[in-house]
C-alpha cells in the first residue's frame, strides 16, 4: 500500500493535454497525499510544466480528471480556479512570471491584497518571506533590476505568503546557485511540514529530486514503463 491511498488532496486520473498536433501528456495518473512532496522529473519537453500548469488548473485538460479536495476542477469556472489558486495554491512558475510594475514586496504581497488583507498586513507578511528567503535588501526593487536568482527568491515569496495547501513550484532552483538552491529547497521543505503544504516540485535536477519523498518521472507525457519511478527513490537528500 502506497502512502498517499485515501487522503489525496490532489487526484489526477488520465490527463492528457496536446499543443495543437503535438502531444504534451499521454494519460497522467497521480496521487498527491497531504504533506507530501512528490519530485515530478523527466528531460525537457517530457511534459512537466503542462502537467503541472493542468494540476494547478491554469491549462484545462483535453481528457481525464483533476480533484481538489474531491472538487472537480473541470467542473469549476475561470473565476472559481482563480480563487483556487489565489486561496488554496501557490505557484512558482518556471521563469518567475512577476509582475514588472510592481518591486518585489508588491508582487511577494499581491496574493494577500487579492485575498482581501490590509496593504499593511499584506507588506508585513511579504517582507518577512523575502527576509526569509535571504532577498530583503531587494524588497523596494523591480525585477529588472534583480538577478535571475533574486527574481526565483522573490516569486517563492509570493508562492508561500498565503501558506498555501498545496504548492507548485516549476524548476524553482534552476536560476540559483547551489548554496541558494538549497536554502531554497530548505524553506519549501519546512513549509511544506510546518504548515501541511503538498508540494508537486518539478525539476530536472536528481540532487533536488533527492529532497522529495516521492518521484514521478515523466517521459514523453507519460509517466515510465512500470508506474513505479514512485516509493523506488525515496529517501534522505545524500
Ligand atoms: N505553448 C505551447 N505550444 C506548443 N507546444 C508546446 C507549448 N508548451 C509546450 N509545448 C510542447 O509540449 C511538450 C511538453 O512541454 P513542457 O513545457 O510541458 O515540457 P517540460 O518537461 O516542462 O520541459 P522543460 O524541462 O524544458 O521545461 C513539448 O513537446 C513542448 O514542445
Ligand atoms: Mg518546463
Sequence with gaps: MTRTSGTAVLRARGVVKSYGPTPALR???????ER???AVTGPSGSGKSTLLHCLAGILRPDAGEITYADRALGGCSEAERSRLRRTEFGVLFQFGQLVPELTAAENAALPLLLSGSSRKEARTAALDWLGRLGVADVADV?????SGGQQQLCAAARALVTGPRVLFADEPTG???QLAGEKLLGHLVRAARDQGTSVVLVTHAPGVAAYADRELALYDGATDATGLGAGQRIGAPR
Excluded at 494519460?27 to 497525499?33: E, M, P, R
Excluded at 523591480?142 to 534583480?146: G, K, L, S, T, V
Design 27 to 33: 494519460g497522467i495518473d497521480l496521487d498527491l497525499a
Design 36 to 38: 507530501e512532496l512528490l
Design 175 to 177: 536560476a540559483l546557485d
Design 142 to 146: 523591480r525585477p529588472a533590476q534583480m
